[in-house]
Every structure is written in structure tokens, then in C-alpha cells.
Nanobody, 128 residues
Framework: QAQLVESGGGLVQAGGSLRLACAASARSFSSYALGWFRQTSGQEREFVAAISRGGLKTYYPDSVKGRFTISRDNAKNTMYLQMNSLKPEDTAVYYC?????????????????????WGQGTQVTVSS
């Protein structure tokens, strides 16, 4: 079982940067595939990034590719999302997610149903 807690959200101007963190209390943190999602009011949760257990493979949608970077530190049980060149359309609540059985090679890393554990979310607001 894993518990996830996000931090690092806030208000930033367009073009700025934020770094989100997701701290996990879980045995064998390195056994979990991890992901970031975001959600705005009235919209479905949207895939933002995913990272493999060892951290060597990462996946992004075109909307954030080249601006966002996902990483993890298995020694610290923490995952990060570095967000650069932020745009007003990046405004959302950001959630981290984890699953011990997910195979990123299956291509389902962008589905919310692929993750068992979720954090409570952190608000990111980008002003224009």
C-alpha cells in the first residue's frame, strides 16, 4: 500500500517555472511505476507524465513535451515534476499516481484506471 502527498504548487506568471514533488510512504517505492496527471474543474483528469521504476524511461503528451520533466529519487521515496515555460492553460490541480503492477510498455500509462494510488492534489495557477 502507498500513500502519496504532493507539494510545490502555487501561483506563477506565464513563462515561469515550478517544481512539484510527490512524497510516498510505501514499501519498495522503486517497485512502483509513477505518473502525474492534472485536472481542471469540469474536465477529466489529464495525463501529464509517467516514469519507469528505475527512472530511465519517461513519457509525456505533446502538450507538455519539452517543457515538463519527470524524475524520481528512489532513495528518498520522492518523485518530481519540473515545469518550465508555464502557460495559463497549465493551470490545474496536479495529482501524482502510483501502481505496482503497471507496465509502461503496455502503453496504458496515460489512463487513470492504470494507477491504484493517488495523492490529494496540489493547485498550480499560471497567470497571463
Amino acid at each position: 500500500q502507498a500513500q502519496l502527498v504532493e507539494s510545490g504548487g502555487g501561483l506563477v506568471q506565464a513563462g515561469g517555472s515550478l517544481r512539484l514533488a510527490c512524497a510516498a510512504s510505501a514499501r519498495s517505492f522503486s517497485s512502483y511505476a509513477l505518473g502525474w496527471f492534472r485536472q481542471t474543474s469540469g474536465q477529466e483528469r489529464e495525463f501529464v507524465a509517467a516514469i519507469s521504476r528505475g527512472g530511465l524511461k519517461t513519457y509525456y503528451p505533446d502538450s507538455v513535451k519539452g517543457r515538463f520533466t519527470i524524475s524520481r529519487d528512489n532513495a528518498k521515496n520522492t518523485m518530481y515534476l519540473q515545469m518550465n515555460s508555464l502557460k495559463p492553460e497549465d493551470t490545474a490541480v496536479y495529482y501524482c499516481a502510483a501502481d505496482i503492477n503497471l507496465l509502461l510498455s503496455s502503453g496504458t500509462y496515460g489512463d487513470t484506471s492504470s494507477y491504484e494510488y493517488w495523492g490529494q492534489g496540489t493547485q498550480v495557477t499560471v497567470s497571463s
